[in-house]
């Protein structure tokens, strides 16, 4: 997890926000990434795309969300479930990354749901985005909005404030 807080334009910038999400933040006149990580307000979407980015969060933690997020669909077959079960083994450190790996690459997936598994078993932290979007996707449309909402709650209860500092 970081230990920095760095303004919301920087972070913005080196990040290369979307120019929706940079307009937003500026609108808040929040200062730090922790004052508006810390808003109710923010699209979970976005929230979710923060907390991916490089050394914000830590690679459990991302893990543990993707995994979390993979199980929110009905997944499509067994090989699928036992990604996510691996990945969660993995990321409590209870199998070895050649076990993940393996899972992640017998997914072969090619639905909405399969494509979470594979991601919650993926080798990077960043996956985590990818196991959101493809979860909210295999999701009927009507239920989407929810099932996003869900996963920032998800995340904050996960990282709590990443941008906080510790002492």
């Known amino acids: 997890m970081t230990t920095k807080n760095p303004t919301v334009a920087s972070f913005c910038e080196q990040n290369d926000a979307c120019e929706p999400g940079w307009q937003w933040a500026s609108r808040t006149r929040c200062k730090t990434m ?16 923060i907390a991916t980015r490089d050394h914000v969060c830590n690679d459990v ?9 993979a199980t929110r669909v009905p997944l499509i077959n067994r090989q699928s ?39 919650s078993a993926s080798h990077y932290p960043e996956s985590a985005n990818y196991a959101a ?15 996003s909402t869900a996963q920032a709650k998800q995340l904050i209860l996960l990282v709590g404030n990443p941008f906080k500092e510790t002492k």
Do not use: N
């Open 61 to 69: 933690d991302m893990r543990l969300f993707a995994c979390w997020c």
């Open 34 to 49: 922790a004052q508006l990580w810390a808003r109710t307000d923010m699209l979970p979407a976005w929230r979710i795309w």
């Open 133 to 147: 979007g493809h979860a909210c996707y295999a999701t009927p449309a009507s239920r989407r909005k929810a099932l």
């Open 81 to 119: 479930k036992k990604s996510i079960v691996v990945a969660v083994r993995f990321a409590l450190g209870r199998s070895t990354a050649a076990e993940m790996m393996a899972e992640m690459m017998a997914v072969a997936p090619c639905s909405h749901a399969e494509y979470a598994a594979y991601h």
